[in-house]
């Protein structure tokens, strides 16, 4: 069987499995569009497809025996060979027919035996280490397969934060635009709030993550103050080394040459072009209204299995 796994995955293509542009802990098949998670709780069918549901998915649902030997494959990472893994397929209310979870016609199916298709267990579970697929009990628990194609990135970070898929990373902006003292920060203080947030100060490593750091903090106000409304990030300048907080190689620069302390920026078409370019230099004692910071995104099958968790207590 291993053969048979490893024949396939070359015949694919490793890039078109486990390339990047899933969320973390999914795999990616760009061939047909779709990621697959498996989770490792065990949940009744009802709570899986709940699930998969809150993450903008549904259980997956093989439309083809590459299809079907993928969720094997994502099973396999997951949980193990042996491991039987609700997937959305089951039986036809009062029928011995099986149809797909979402109530459309099977395409391609691959149960064990006759007895297995027409049993009077309604759901339906698959077998990692054979791909085939077992009639089981709609209550009975077992781990479950999700499929999607856009994900709800409103769940990959905390309250408040912005989910950048090409970072894999969560960003926030602490955006209060005040003359009050008390809200100013130098960049020691704003880095312990951003730390008190489960996150640091943000760093910035390409033009892209500029630019949706930029999108992310702008601001549109004739009455701006261009140099109390900048916003702090976690980069500083000292014999002519500059560092990120976070410890990341400081591998994009927008400093424009300048070694200080301290670094912000702005995005307001009311300031000038050099305050919207560049990160503008400043000294430690320098305080802002504003700071940006970043913290990695949630595991996503960390996110699933408390999602699956909060339905199970509903079930």
Same mark, same amino acid.
Request: with cysteine.
């Given at each position: 069987?291993?053969?048979l796994?490893?024949?396939v995955?070359?015949?694919?293509?490793?890039?078109?499995?486990?390339?990047?542009?899933?969320?973390?802990?999914?795999?990616?098949?760009?061939?047909?569009?779709?990621?697959?998670l498996v989770?490792?709780?065990a949940?009744?069918f009802?709570?899986? %497809?709940?699930? @998969?549901? =809150? #993450?903008s998915?549904?259980?997956? &649902?093989?439309?083809?025996?590459?299809?079907? *030997?993928?969720t094997?494959?994502?099973a396999?990472?997951t949980?193990?060979?042996?491991?039987?893994?609700?997937?959305?397929?089951?039986r036809?209310?009062?029928?011995?027919?099986?149809?797909?979870?979402?109530?459309?016609?099977?395409?391609y199916?691959?149960?064990?035996?006759?007895?297995d298709w027409a049993?009077a267990?309604?759901?339906?579970?698959?077998?990692?280490?054979t791909?085939?697929?077992? %009639?089981?009990p @709609?209550? =009975? #628990?077992?781990p479950?397969?999700? &499929?999607?194609?856009?994900?709800?990135?409103? *769940?990959m970070?905390?309250?408040?934060?912005?989910?950048?898929?090409?970072?894999?990373?969560c960003?926030?902006?602490?955006?209060?635009?005040?003359?009050?003292?008390?809200?100013?920060?130098?960049?020691?203080?704003?880095?312990?709030?951003?730390?008190k947030l489960?996150?640091q100060?943000a760093?910035?490593?390409?033009?892209?993550?500029?630019?949706?750091?930029?999108?992310?903090i702008?601001?549109?106000d004739?009455?701006?103050?261009?140099?109390?409304?900048?916003?702090?990030?976690?980069?500083s300048c000292?014999?002519?080394?500059?560092?990120?907080?976070?410890g990341?190689?400081?591998?994009?620069?927008?400093?424009?040459?300048?070694?200080?302390?301290?670094?912000?920026?702005?995005n307001?078409?009311?300031?000038?072009?050099?305050?919207?370019?560049?990160?503008?230099s400043?000294y430690a004692?320098?305080?802002?209204?504003r700071?940006?910071c970043?913290?990695a995104a949630?595991?996503l099958?960390?996110v699933?299995e408390?999602i699956?968790?909060?339905f199970?207590?509903?079930h």
């Open positions: 069987m291993k053969y796994l490893l024949a995955l070359c015949s694919l293509g490793l890039h078109g499995v486990f390339s990047g542009s899933c969320a973390p802990g999914a795999v990616d098949y760009i061939e047909v569009g779709q990621c697959l989770f490792k709780v949940a009744p009802a709570v899986a %497809s709940k699930t @998969c549901g =809150a #993450l998915g549904k259980l997956a &649902q093989p439309i083809s025996r590459v299809e079907n *030997l993928l094997s494959i994502a396999r990472r949980v193990n060979a042996t491991t039987r893994v609700h997937i959305g397929i089951k036809a209310d009062g029928r011995v027919d099986r149809i797909y979870a979402d109530g459309t016609p099977l395409q199916y691959n149960f064990y035996s006759e007895s049993s267990d309604a759901c339906t579970t698959l077998d990692p280490s791909q085939q697929w077992y %009639s089981t @709609c209550d =009975a #628990l077992h479950f397969a999700c &499929q999607y194609s856009n994900l709800d990135n409103t *769940l970070c905390p309250d408040g934060w912005k989910y950048y898929e090409l970072t894999s990373s960003y926030y902006i602490q955006n209060v635009i005040s003359s009050t003292k008390a809200l100013h920060l130098n960049q020691t203080a704003a880095a312990a709030q951003c730390a489960g996150g100060l760093s910035i490593h390409t033009d892209a993550e500029n630019t949706f750091v930029k999108n992310f702008q601001t549109s004739p009455d701006v103050n261009c140099q109390d409304w900048q916003a702090l990030i976690g980069a000292k014999n002519n080394q500059t560092t990120w907080s976070d990341t190689p400081f591998d994009f620069d927008l400093t424009n040459g300048q070694c200080t302390d301290a670094y912000t920026m702005i307001d078409y009311h300031c000038s072009v050099d305050q919207r370019q560049n990160w503008q400043w004692q320098n305080e802002f209204s700071f940006i970043k913290r949630l595991h099958p960390e699933g408390r699956a968790m909060e199970m207590k509903q």
